[in-house]
């Protein structure tokens, strides 16, 4: 047999064809459609609830601001106290459409609000208002509403997050082995559990996503916990996000916009001059 020809080359692989689809109008628009409404839907309910927030500030206590402010003007112009009317304050509707005047409004219901928040900050304001909240609490009808009203506000207002600044973020096995989740650490455990199982418990609130102050407590020995290198900030923007938002985000964030404000993150130093 003669060595010197050549084997026969082999065939080509076979061409693997991809499915195509078919690009109509409807599908087309109805992905741009949607890209288009992800990216205005956020600007859209940003500016809702700012909207709705004007109009319950006006509503509730701006107007009755200007209100008042209008009544106790006139009365003073009439008694001769104040010479000068401002024409805005007569033959006015009180809910009219000038921007100016639910500006003024809105800006003095803020003031307002800041004042109320200021006197209920201190010792004497709190023991006040608490007695207030007390007196009304004896009205047959408000005491069955107020409560309920009162704990949602609190719990949607109050800062919540300053009650975990001294927490530690910890990974539980509150289910199964192998299936962690993320906690904080609250405090010590039960001291009669801590005496039935002769081990250290601790207690750790873990929250659930998106309503990250929420969630449940659980009772666990110390050293079933494993202690995360995140701050409290980090772990509640990773449970609220759904873990879309984890801590490495959040730092190529940052580096990426250092690098577009002209700061990069890592200089690069340039070899003296001969």
């Not at 010792?123 to 009162?150: C, D, F, N």
């Not at 110390?222 to 879309?244: D, F, N, Q, T, Y």
């Amino acid at each position: 047999m003669d060595e010197s020809i050549p084997p026969a080359p082999l065939p080509p692989p076979p061409q693997l064809e991809l499915p195509t689809e078919d690009v109509t109008f409807v599908g087309d628009f109805r992905r741009f459609f949607l890209r288009g409404l992800a990216a205005i839907l956020p600007t859209i309910i940003t500016l809702g609830l700012l909207v709705w927030v004007w109009d319950l500030l006006w509503n509730n206590v701006g107007s009755h601001v200007i209100y008042c402010i209008r009544w106790i003007w006139l009365q003073r112009s009439k008694s001769g106290s104040i010479p000068f009317t401002p024409p805005a304050l007569i033959g006015r509707q009180l809910n009219d459409d000038d921007f100016s005047t639910r500006a003024l409004g809105v800006g003095l219901s803020v003031l307002l609000i800041y004042i109320v928040g200021v006197f209920v900050g201190n010792l004497l304001g709190r023991t006040a208002w608490r007695l207030a909240e007390i007196a009304v609490m004896k009205v047959p009808l408000v005491r069955a509403i107020y409560p309920a009203v009162k704990q949602v506000t609190d719990f949607l207002l109050s800062e919540r997050t300053a009650q975990f600044q001294g927490s530690k973020v910890v990974a539980v096995e509150p289910h199964e082995k192998g299936i962690w989740s993320i906690g904080l650490v609250t405090g010590g455990g039960l001291k009669q559990l801590t005496a039935v199982t002769g081990r250290e418990m601790i207690t750790v609130f873990v929250p659930s996503s998106p309503t990250a102050f929420s969630g449940y407590v659980l009772v666990v020995p110390r050293e079933s916990v494993v202690e995360l290198p995140l701050k409290v900030e980090e772990a509640m923007r990773l449970l609220v996000s759904g873990g879309v938002i984890s801590p490495d985000s959040d730092k190529r964030l940052a580096e990426s916009m250092r690098f577009t404000a002209g700061k990069p993150a890592v200089k690069v130093q340039t070899p003296p001059a001969a």
